[in-house]
Each structure stands twice: as structure tokens, then as C-alpha cells.
């Protein structure tokens, strides 16, 4: 029961998959659109979820169905009532994951190589996603079982996930507003100069739609590098992202001329400075991935505001690298 509604969100209860909410709308909001008002009232969910939920009927005015446009007066009760449904047919499988963070509203993975974020054609088994539902089964209900941003499949480190589905609308939130800090770290092809910016545009590419490109009417993309140290025909980069489109990093170092070790998408052909030993050799030419690690992540808590942060070593394949390319 609900002695008192203050003039914002009075009570929220959410018991498994269902969210009961209330909220009285304030005076000041006389005139305004009762959606409007609802994405202000009710943050912690997105404007379209809202939207849906007010079409059918979970999200009343005064216990009645009105229309996303429907004009309010102020003073009007607005009750939330919904139960999650799952947000996919994915199946939970038994997958270990490394996690580096756990608690009510997030968790924070260190993702290994050769591991598929998100179940796409022929990848339908075996996904982070996959694992994510058999760790946390209540995740069904959650888009995309709260996955807010990826890593490629062979692309290791950092990864946050959303447990609810407030949290993930908090997180998509911050990632839009470019507050959330991911670093990477990289092992390039030839020798880096200075630190920069990287500022084109990326979007698909023109003929192979599997890959993506620096195009003039591609999204904004921002990617900033500085050199952690420099090797014959190599160099050792941090990288940190201002946007997050599909292959940003990659596509972006190999436009610079500077492509990822070991990238067999967007570096071309291998090449091997003069002067290299044959153990580098066999080392640059072994090397089975794109040498990009998600090193550092920093982010908002969406439940308690704190700036939280962590950070990954390198794996052992990149330290590998980086001490053969340190003796030549």
C-alpha cells in the first residue's frame, strides 16, 4: 500500500520479472504530453520501452489507457505495471566467464579470444551471451541479456553487462553521452611517430558488407592514440575511444597506415621489417588475432552514481609479442 505519493516516483517494487511503479505529475508538467511526461517520471527506463508500455495498456493515467499524446493536467497518478517479457530465444549454456565485478545491477567481464559476443548466423551456440544467461537466468528479460557494447570475437578485456533493465538503460544512456572511458591496447605495424587523433567517419563498406570503412557518410567516429613504446617496424599503443562504431579501432589504425597486428580483415598483406629475427618472424606470423585488448573501463554506477573503473592485464599472447618484438 502507498500512504503518501510525493510529486515524483512514490514506490517501485520489482519482484523476478515484474515492475510496479507510481508517480503523481507535477503541476508544473499542465499541458504536456502524457509519453513526455512518463520519460521524465519514470528515467530509469528508455522512451520507446515506455512508449510500448503505455500502448499496451501497463502504464495507466488515472487506472486509464491513454495515447502516447494525450494531453495531462497535473496531478494525475500514473501506475506502472508490467511483467518482462524474454527479450529473445537464446538458450543458456554452461560457459565459464571471467568475472572481474558482480553486484545487483552489473557485471563486469574480462572476455578471452575466439569469444562471440552475441549469437549471430553461425553463431548461435557458445556466445558470451549465451553463458551470461546460464550465470544470471533473469537476464531473459533484459535487451539483449545486457549487453551494452561489444568486443569482437577475438578482440580480449573489459565488457560491462546490465542486469536489469534500469541499468541498462543507464548505461546505453552514458554511452551515448560518450561518459563511459574505454581504453585499449594495441600492437600496430610501423613505427608511430606521436600520439594523434583519428577523426573519419566509419560506416559499411561499399562492396563487402561484412567489413566496415572509412566513407564520407559514415557515422562519426573518434578514436584517440599516444605510443607507449616503439620497436623495429612496430609500435605499442594506447588507444582510447570517443565513439564506439563497429571496428572502430581497426578500421581506423589500418586508414592510418598503422595496421593491427595480426588483423587478417583491415591489414592486408603481413609485413615484416628488414632486419627481424626469425623467432619475430614466427611470432608476428603465429600471431592468430587482431593484437587489441580492452584495457581499462570507467563508468557512472547506475544504481549509485560512484565512478567506478577497473583495469586488465594484457594477456599472455600480447606480452608474448611485446617481448619478442622488444629483442628483435
Known amino acids: 500500500m502507498i500512504?503518501?505519493?510525493?510529486?515524483?516516483?512514490?514506490?517501485?517494487?520489482?519482484?523476478?520479472?515484474?515492475?510496479?511503479?507510481?508517480?503523481?505529475?507535477?503541476?508544473?508538467?499542465?499541458?504536456?504530453?502524457?509519453?513526455?511526461?512518463?520519460?521524465?517520471?519514470?528515467?530509469?527506463?528508455?522512451?520507446?520501452?515506455?512508449?510500448?508500455?503505455?500502448?499496451?495498456?501497463?502504464?495507466?493515467?488515472?487506472?486509464?489507457?491513454?495515447?502516447?499524446?494525450y494531453k495531462l493536467l497535473g496531478g494525475e497518478i500514473l501506475d506502472l505495471n508490467t511483467e518482462l517479457a524474454a527479450e529473445g530465444d537464446w538458450q543458456a549454456e554452461d560457459i565459464p566467464l571471467n568475472i572481474v565485478?558482480?553486484?545487483?545491477?552489473?557485471?563486469?567481464?574480462?572476455?578471452?579470444?575466439?569469444?562471440?559476443?552475441?549469437?549471430?548466423?553461425?553463431?548461435?551456440?557458445?556466445?558470451?551471451?549465451?553463458?551470461?544467461?546460464?550465470?544470471?537466468?533473469?537476464?531473459?528479460?533484459?535487451?539483449?541479456?545486457?549487453?551494452?557494447?561489444?568486443?569482437?570475437?577475438?578482440?580480449?578485456?573489459?565488457?560491462?553487462?546490465?542486469?536489469t533493465l534500469q541499468a541498462h538503460t543507464h548505461l546505453v544512456t552514458q554511452l551515448q553521452a560518450r561518459t563511459v572511458r574505454?581504453?585499449?591496447?594495441?600492437?600496430?605495424?610501423?613505427?608511430?611517430?606521436?600520439?594523434?587523433?583519428?577523426?573519419?567517419?566509419?560506416?559499411?563498406?561499399?562492396?563487402?558488407?561484412?567489413?566496415?570503412?572509412?566513407?564520407?557518410?559514415?557515422?562519426?567516429?573518434?578514436?584517440?592514440?599516444?605510443?607507449?613504446d616503439r620497436f623495429d617496424g612496430h609500435s605499442h599503443?594506447?588507444?582510447?575511444?570517443?565513439?564506439?562504431?563497429?571496428h572502430q579501432i581497426r578500421v581506423h589504425m589500418a586508414h592510418i597506415k598503422y595496421p593491427i597486428v595480426g588483423d587478417d580483415v583491415y591489414a592486408g598483406r603481413l609485413r615484416l621489417h628488414k632486419g627481424a629475427s626469425e623467432q619475430l618472424q614466427d611470432c608476428i606470423k603465429a600471431f592468430g588475432r587482431q593484437a587489441l585488448h580492452a584495457k581499462e573501463l570507467e563508468l557512472l554506477h547506475p544504481t549509485t552514481g560512484e565512478l567506478i573503473g577497473w583495469s586488465s592485464e594484457l594477456p599472455e599472447d600480447m606480452l608474448n609479442l611485446l617481448e619478442a618484438l622488444a629483442y628483435g
Open 237 to 246: 599503443l594506447r588507444l582510447k575511444l570517443e565513439t564506439g562504431r563497429t
Open 182 to 228: 574505454r581504453e585499449y591496447e594495441a600492437v600496430v605495424t610501423g613505427v608511430v611517430i606521436a600520439g594523434g587523433t583519428v577523426d573519419q567517419p566509419v560506416g559499411r563498406h561499399a562492396k563487402q558488407r561484412t567489413k566496415m570503412a572509412v566513407i564520407s557518410d559514415g557515422k562519426e567516429a573518434r578514436t584517440h592514440f599516444k605510443v607507449l
Open 101 to 163: 565485478f558482480e553486484d545487483d545491477a552489473i557485471l563486469v567481464i574480462n572476455k578471452s579470444a575466439d569469444f562471440v559476443v552475441h549469437p549471430a548466423a553461425g553463431n548461435y551456440s557458445g556466445t558470451v551471451l549465451n553463458a551470461l544467461l546460464h550465470h544470471c537466468p533473469s537476464l531473459v528479460s533484459v535487451p539483449r541479456a545486457g549487453i551494452v557494447h561489444r568486443l569482437d570475437k577475438d578482440t580480449t578485456g573489459l565488457m560491462v553487462v546490465a542486469k
Open 3 to 69: 500512504d503518501e505519493i510525493s510529486n515524483n516516483v512514490a514506490t517501485e517494487s520489482i519482484a523476478g520479472e515484474r515492475i510496479e511503479q507510481q508517480a503523481v505529475v507535477p503541476s508544473s508538467d499542465i499541458g504536456r504530453r502524457f509519453d513526455q511526461v512518463a520519460a521524465d517520471l519514470f528515467s530509469d527506463f528508455s522512451r520507446s520501452r515506455l512508449q510500448q508500455w503505455i500502448k499496451q495498456g501497463d502504464l495507466l493515467v488515472n487506472s486509464q489507457r491513454q495515447v502516447p499524446k
